[in-house]
């Protein structure tokens, strides 16, 4: 027999487990001293990006991770994939313009075709918390439905995990996502080239401004809807045109200036914008000056930014213009071979700034 | 010019958005009054799969999803994958044995085993509570990366998200996983035969109850450890003996006993279990005794049922046996004509009993 069984008190909920060091670990991250997690590390800007250098990285020692691409391209069964996840927390769960369903699809599928990728498996993994109603959960299940039923991919493995009442918010999802990379797509971080044309696919800051005016109780005059889409379609309208499109990257949380920051890194290249062409919306710009934000910095959901070779500039723009979600379609700078990775731009009274990435983020949890 | 901005105070944080109905919605789930989620319905049990039912498969509408496999069977490039994906929400962090970052390894490594895959790419997206220690973090990475390395899969691509304060529990992992499966072999749950034999890979229900010992402060003589370990090598040991392998499946939330009977409904066969040959170990047999529970409803993180034709059973046990991960496998009962889609057990006085799967979970989150 064993001992007979003893009741032990044990303080809190966290009693010590088998609770081993971090090895290797030396100091806090070198962008704060404190060495707690803030919400900036999630913000998709510089913080965040230290925690995966110093953190991820060396855990898990892969080439792939290493890249830091949207989505990771692999070989199976002697043809190329694109392997991509994404975890959404954004509040409020719906928005104007979307949900957090739609996001959650959106988001995968695009990080998948800026690999030139087209999407073709989900998986969809959602922490609920006690006490949210099943009709919530039910309209942000049907609203993802026919975000995957838009994008032309398929939701094939769930899984559904519970949290007490006060540890989540509603709804978190994770979505991961399986596509297949055409034959001659080489689409990478850290292919720009001095000479290549930026484009942006429409205009930007609107899915962060849109979170903010229902979060924050702004309102903005004009109602701002998210611009959450699938951009599958588009990335196949530009491959019509070339297979040699050099990096493609969907400006999500930390805005088109963080995007640009890391591509300019990846590439050792030097990145020179126009301001003027930048397409801002009149709404967002109002909205960023009212709250003291950098348009650049606000985050996009159904947006991208391609570097291509000017030779094709003309043709790839067309093409995406002539795409429903590429209407807008505008070419905003290029790849120099000044100040290799870092982002400049050239104001409308003809001086010139750095376009730096935010620290943190300014508002989080836009995802 | 666009209206000039007005500020407008709207109450809460969940504004009124863009929210929809949940279309088609008439009735809350069968076996609640209460339209709310409950903890229940993340326990693996049977309100997990009334929610599974009723809200997600209607909404995605797939037929891999459908068939309800740890993980779907996919074709690409010609051949065959697996994909999967799982959530850990487990409290606490660490535990004995382990903790949630080898846990989320495993886990999804375990739920592509159980279509015969070997895992070859993970993903990794953590969303992080604001205020965690970067060293528990740190400490967590370490232990998934360890992880993965000895199962033999590589953590590709990630993402990071962190939630405010209090609205998290440290951490929470998602990992999705992609594996090859081999030719010739098709596991499915479906695939149950009467005649087909019944394996345990080793003693059942010690997860759980090592959660349990330092959640609830309990201590029950001996020190339970966690059984969370990688199951790819004990599968593929299995193959060698035979691909015609039946069913395979790892019994996590809900226990042998939910895992048998989602078995025993998709095949349409009964399933007979010798309770006297269920390898429970004494310190579990113990704490289940003194804590109400029926070990075959407790988790399990590194056992797996397997169904095995009659003909091959004595060789497939014995190469169990034969691997570190199954050196205390044992045959636990048989399928049978008799009550298809229930599962019996015949107690140690010959009597008779329904073995039926827990409506939610006796311990929450303990994945």
Request: proline share 6%; with cysteine.
């Amino acid at each position: 027999m064993a001992e007979p069984l003893t009741l032990q008190d044990i303080r809190g909920a966290e009693a010590p487990g088998d609770e081993p060091s971090f090895e290797g670990w030396t100091c806090p991250l070198p962008l704060r001293d404190s060495p707690t997690i803030v919400m900036g590390h999630g913000g998709g800007g510089a913080m965040s990006g230290e925690l995966v250098e110093h953190v991820f990285l060396p855990s898990f020692a892969d080439a792939s991770l290493a890249q830091l691409g949207d989505s990771a391209v692999l070989e199976l069964h002697g043809g190329r994939m694109a392997f991509s996840t994404d975890s959404f927390v954004v509040r409020p769960l719906f928005f104007p313009g979307g949900c957090i369903g739609d996001l959650a699809v959106n988001g995968t599928v695009n990080d998948l075709a800026m690999s030139g990728a087209q999407a073709l498996f989900l998986s969809a993994a959602f922490i609920l918390e006690e006490g949210t109603d099943v009709t919530r959960v039910g309209a942000v299940a049907q609203r993802m439905g026919a975000a995957a039923t838009q994008a032309g991919v398929r939701i094939v493995t769930g899984d559904t995990k519970v949290v007490e009442s006060g540890h989540g918010d509603g709804v978190y999802i994770n979505t991961a996502g399986i596509g297949v990379v055409p034959e001659g797509v080489d689409i990478r971080p850290d292919r720009a080239e001095p000479g290549d044309v930026v484009i942006i696919s429409g205009h930007i800051g609107v899915h962060g401004i849109a979170i903010m005016s229902v979060r924050e109780g702004l309102e903005f005059g004009t109602e701002v809807l998210s611009d959450s889409q699938p951009l599958g379609g588009l990335v196949a309208a530009m491959l019509a045109v070339t297979r040699d499109l050099h990096v493609l990257r969907d400006p999500t949380r930390g805005g088109v200036a963080t995007s640009l920051n890391e591509i300019a890194r990846s590439s050792g290249v030097g990145i020179s914008l126009d301001e003027r062409s930048l397409p801002v919306p009149e709404v967002v710009a109002n909205a960023c000056a009212f709250l003291g934000l950098d348009p650049l910095q606000v985050a996009n959901e159904g947006k991208l930014l391609a570097f291509v070779p000017r030779e094709q500039a003309d043709e790839v723009l067309a093409a995406m213009r002539a795409h429903p979600s590429g209407s807008d379609a505008a070419i905003i700078g290029e790849c120099v071979e000044d100040h290799p990775g870092m982002v400049s731009a050239r104001t409308g009274f003809g001086a010139a700034r750095v376009v730096d990435l935010p620290i943190g983020e300014q508002l989080p949890r836009i995802c």
